[in-house]
């Protein structure tokens, strides 16, 4: 690390469409370096790091030696490699989601970082979400979890499944408010306008209990980002986009005001926040702390390996319908 200044010094490799929002973002901390930003497009990196004030680079290899902490935004099946290259070169990571490809993967990430004393912080950004701060406190046991991420087509993100491209955002705030293992999983789905599937639905038993009821579409006529979660003393909703949530509760006495009997129902919405530079921010605390992210390599393994069962579920039924055919 850079004592001399004890400023962080930072990278970004890969500053496409979302690589160059980390780059800006750790540009206007005052506590970051920005040392270099990394593309194979050169026309791409040359103006993100003119914006930015900062070099241009095309091969990753040369931000070694001169960064501290890197983001890694570059597409998925790259995850592996490059963090490896920067872990096993003495730098700490924060990948964009899903951590890597395949389990195996992960796992072998988690283990170089072990090995290195090197953070891996995993970019699942809704956890950064000023609506799931603030149930925090508010969420204990969950008994039943409903989520839909609907989203009107896109471009960008189709050329892999909808369960990696959306449906894992909620599938790691589940098993964050859950905090169990997986018992049983059955999943189904199929692609429509591209090649991987475009919408799916999961459900998901826990080994303490709980189910889940996870749906993901990005061939929606609407977006949508909600999740509701029942425990046995109320119910809480949380709607993403709009950055509110409904908190409905045992009343105390005179409270009730809810068209359920016995209940109080609140409210509250929060005003437009970046949850991207909460997240860089979080990262950056970490890497000058060497304390634990607020999502570890291993939250960003086990995240894909439930979605990896679901797309292996998806694809099994989709054999057995093409048999029948």
């Known amino acids: 690390m850079n004592t001399v200044t004890n400023r962080i010094r930072a990278g970004?490799?890969?500053?496409?469409?979302?690589?160059?929002?980390?780059?800006?973002?750790?540009?206007?901390l005052d506590n970051?370096?920005?040392?270099g930003v990394v593309d194979v497009d050169e026309k791409q990196s040359a103006a993100v790091a003119e914006k930015e004030g900062t070099r241009a680079y095309t091969d990753y290899r040369d931000l070694f030696g001169l960064v501290d902490a890197v983001s890694i935004a570059v597409p998925t099946p790259l995850h592996y490699d490059v963090a490896k290259a920067f872990l096993e070169n003495g730098v700490d990571v924060l990948i964009e989601k899903p951590i890597t490809t395949t389990v195996k993967q992960a796992n072998e990430l988690i283990d170089i970082a072990a090995r290195n004393n090197k953070i891996i912080q995993v970019g699942h950004l809704e956890r950064f979400n000023p609506a799931v701060v603030s149930v925090r406190d508010l969420i204990s046991a969950p008994v039943f979890i409903e989520s839909n991420r609907l989203s009107i087509y896109q471009p960008r993100g189709s050329d892999v499944s909808v369960v990696h491209d959306l449906m894992i955002h909620d599938i790691d705030l589940?098993?964050?408010?859950?905090?169990?293992?997986?018992?049983?999983?059955?999943?189904?789905?199929?692609?429509?306008?591209t090649d991987s599937v475009?919408?799916?639905?999961?459900?998901?038993?826990?080994?303490?209990?709980?189910?889940?009821?996870?749906?993901?579409?990005?061939?929606?006529?609407?977006?949508?980002?909600?999740?509701?979660?029942?425990?046995?003393?109320?119910?809480i909703s949380i709607d993403f986009a709009n950055r509110?949530?409904?908190?409905?509760?045992?009343?105390?006495?005179g409270e009730e005001n809810c068209p359920i009997p016995g209940m109080h129902m609140e409210n509250r919405n929060f005003a437009q926040a970046d949850a991207l530079k909460e997240e860089i921010v979080s990262f950056v605390r970490v890497v000058e702390t060497r304390s634990e992210p607020e999502v570890s390599g291993q939250m960003g393994r086990d995240a894909l390996a439930l979605a990896?069962?679901?797309?292996?579920?998806?694809?099994?039924?989709?054999?057995?319908?093409?048999?029948r055919s």
């Open 32 to 35: 970051v370096d920005l040392a």
């Open 244 to 253: 509110a949530i409904t908190h409905i509760r045992r009343a105390r006495h």
């Open 174 to 193: 589940i098993l964050h408010f859950v905090k169990s293992g997986v018992r049983y999983c059955h999943a189904l789905g199929t692609p429509l306008v």
């Open 12 to 28: 970004v490799v890969g500053v496409g469409y979302l690589g160059r929002w980390h780059a800006e973002k750790y540009a206007g």
């Open 198 to 235: 475009d919408i799916a639905n999961a459900h998901i038993e826990f080994e303490n209990g709980a189910t889940a009821n996870v749906t993901a579409s990005r061939i929606s006529g609407k977006t949508e980002r909600k999740i509701r979660l029942f425990q046995k003393d109320g119910y």
């Open 308 to 323: 990896v069962e679901i797309i292996r579920q998806i694809d099994v039924a989709m054999e057995k319908i093409k048999g």
